[in-house]
């Protein structure tokens, strides 16, 4: 069964409402508003530490690119069929936000949520039967053709990265939308990770570094994590364009050989 809402973050205040849950394990690489969301509703967290390919033991997981198959309450990931197993999933698109819940009573309850809270009476009134914050929208459909052909320039980046001495890539699935493409910088190249961003941005190329440690905000904090940590000095994501690769691969020749002293 599906709903259709427009912002993920309220779909998982929901999630975490009907569900119950007063205390959850998230991994310390994640979107960070899975610990801010958490926060206003008063759920203690836990940070867990992650796997190379962002997996881990967790009640909440982000699979922003496919790159594991996950097992946990409440998943979140790109357009397209369900990957892993879970009782809800929150499936993030260009168009809005896919849930989906097998559960009937966890339907009903996080539809209600959606819906404010509120139950229609008559002549055009309403009542309170729930807390809940109002974020629905009319169902759509994302092309099949869109995850097709980002697979294919995936499949072209794949080639084209094999085995080169700078970074390291994920084996990506094929089934979703993916948020863009992840690569892990060889460890001589973790001290020049700003600069080669800025570079990169200086060429218009949108490069992100979207994920640090949840564990170094302040408001949340918690236990050094080595593996979180050391794919934070790692990762970046590139944009999923065939156009990327000479340029990439330039500014990465500037920088191979300035290293790291640790």
Request: aromatic letters at 10%; a negative charge.
């Amino acid at each position: 069964m599906e709903l259709y809402a427009t912002n993920a973050q309220i779909v998982y205040m929901g999630a975490l409402h009907v569900l119950g849950l007063e205390r959850i394990k998230l991994p310390a690489i994640a979107p960070p508003f899975l610990a801010t969301v958490a926060k206003v509703l008063g759920i203690e967290i836990e940070l867990v530490d992650i796997d190379w390919n962002m997996g881990a033991q967790a009640h909440v997981l982000a699979n922003p690119f496919e790159s594991f198959t996950p097992e946990a309450p409440i998943i979140i990931q790109g357009a397209g069929p369900s990957v892993g197993s879970g009782e809800i999933f929150i499936k993030e698109a260009p168009s809005g936000v896919v849930v989906e819940v097998e559960d009937p009573h966890l339907f009903q309850e996080l539809s209600r949520f959606l819906d404010g809270g509120l139950r229609p009476r008559a002549m055009g009134s309403f009542e309170v039967v729930g807390p809940g914050l109002r974020d629905r929208r009319d169902p759509f459909s994302l092309d099949l053709e869109t995850i097709q052909a980002q697979e294919e320039t995936i499949a072209l980046l794949d080639e084209a990265f094999r085995e080169n001495p700078y970074f390291d890539t994920l084996p990506l699935g094929k089934r979703t939308l993916k948020m863009g493409y992840p690569i892990l910088l060889k460890p001589s190249l973790y001290c020049p990770k700003e600069d080669i961003w800025a570079s990169l941005r200086e060429r218009q190329i949108p490069v992100q570094a979207p994920f640090r440690p949840l564990y170094r905000s302040p408001a949340i904090g918690g236990e050094f994590l080595p593996t979180s940590e050391e794919f934070y000095k790692a990762h970046l994501v590139l944009p999923i364009e065939a156009g990327i690769i000479q340029p990439l691969f330039e500014v990465l020749e500037t920088y191979r050989y300035r290293g790291c002293r640790f």
